[in-house]
């Protein structure tokens, strides 16, 4: 959680203020990583961010595995 939700319950509406950025209600979400099960709560664009950077973390893993196998295994 980033330190504008520290504490905040799931289904909580929050305002995050802080410098560039004011979110007059923000919700807390709870997701979790379809591929690897890795668990967030934080605000909604937050947790878009992780699920993001777990797709391009996941794919990346999937392509490399593909490349070892077609150079005959590690």
């Known amino acids: 959680m980033a330190e504008d939700d520290v504490g905040s319950e799931v289904g909580e509406i929050i305002e995050i203020q ?6 007059p209600a923000a919700e ?9 099960g ?7 664009r937050e947790a878009g961010g ?8 996941h ?3 999937m392509a490399m595995a593909v490349v070892v196998d077609e150079m005959g295994g590690a």
């Open 18 to 23: 802080r410098e560039g950025v004011h979110e």
């Open 28 to 36: 807390v979400v709870q997701t979790t990583c379809p591929v690897c």
């Open 38 to 44: 890795e668990e967030f709560i934080g605000t909604k």
């Open 50 to 57: 992780f699920l993001s950077g777990h797709e391009v973390y």
């Open 59 to 61: 794919r990346h893993e």
